[in-house]
């Protein structure tokens, strides 16, 4: 993985958690950004142990700032 890819990969993981999120919890769909991102960054927390050891370095130190930055941010 290099650098360049890590937003783009970060954002993926991000969206894997969201997907498992609204599945688990589906009134967070009326959520406010920052309490879904909020709700992420404990998820990833718990559950860092379910991703590669490449996604593991790359969450271990994102912040509830960063995870709301990456939902509100759309690449096309």
Known sequence: MTEENAPEEKRKIVNKFLMILTKEQPQMYYATTSEISRSIHTMIKEHTN????????LVRNMTVEEISALLGFHSH
């Open 50 to 57: 379910r991703l590669s050891v490449e996604e593991q370095a």
